[in-house]
């Protein structure tokens, strides 16, 4: 017969932490509009710099998204059920410095020996352009992963194993880019009893599927 009394191994036992620091690596905010040209001495000159200042700048006019959508009513309640069995539903937010630009759900739960970790984050750049670059970077340092086709404007997916204290524990994450908004999903588990960690196929799926329904959610914000 199962039990949950065990004691975790360390890396597992800080997942469980309700506080999480989330950062992604190379993630950056491109720079503010233009400044405008200042003034010249004459009239053609003049008018020429009004027309460039008045002009709207290619970061304001390509920053499709102004601010992060709720992330924890991003995946659906039978998702997270199906995903997470025994987490609750409504899941718990992380604290952000800033929440129009950062902002991610966590979902956890230990269920009998098998454990399940879920996180959704959207990230906001200034433009599509710094949020291409961001997702180029991440996606160069998190090699050895796939495309993920047809969501967002580009996607891409990565499992590892990894083992502690001879504990197996699968993680895959999802990046998304729709416009300026970067979206990642993690997703990953373990099984205390058997020591080992759910297959790549189930991570992996899980994971692409709780990304696409957090990017449904933005571009359904964007119509509406």
């Known amino acids: 017969m199962r039990s949950s009394s065990l004691p975790l191994p360390l890396a597992l036992t800080a997942r469980l932490s309700p506080v999480i620091v989330l950062a992604a690596a190379g993630w950056a905010l491109s720079s503010g509009p233009f400044a ?3 003034a010249a001495e004459h009239k053609d000159e003049q008018k020429t710099a009004t027309q460039s200042a008045s002009a709207p700048s290619t970061s304001a006019a390509s920053k499709t998204y102004a601010a992060a959508p709720a992330p924890c009513t991003s995946v ?5 059920t ?6 609750r539903t409504a899941g718990k937010e992380i604290a952000s410095t800033d929440a129009k630009v950062r902002r991610t759900c966590s979902w956890n739960a230990l269920k009998g020996y ?4 879920l996180d959704v984050s959207y990230e906001v750049t200034e433009s599509d352009e710094a949020a291409r670059q961001s997702y180029q970077e991440t996606v160069t340092e998190k090699s050895g992963g796939g495309d993920v086709p047809g969501v967002g404007d580009s996607g891409y997916s990565v499992v590892n194993l990894t083992t502690q204290d001879k504990q197996q524990t699968r993680e895959g994450v999802v990046l998304v880019r729709v416009s300026n908004v970067l979206v990642t999903v993690t997703y990953n588990g ?8 759910p297959s790549t196929d189930v991570i992996n799926k899980g994971a692409i599927k709780a990304a696409k329904e957090a990017v449904a959610v933005l571009e359904d914000g964007r119509k509406s």
Request: overall charge positive.
């Open 36 to 38: 405008a040209a200042p």
């Open 82 to 87: 199906s995903l997470v069995p025994g987490a």
């Open 76 to 80: 659906a309640k039978k998702t997270i």
């Open 114 to 117: 098998d454990y399940r970790w």
């Open 190 to 197: 373990s099984d205390f009893e058997t020591k080992k960690a």
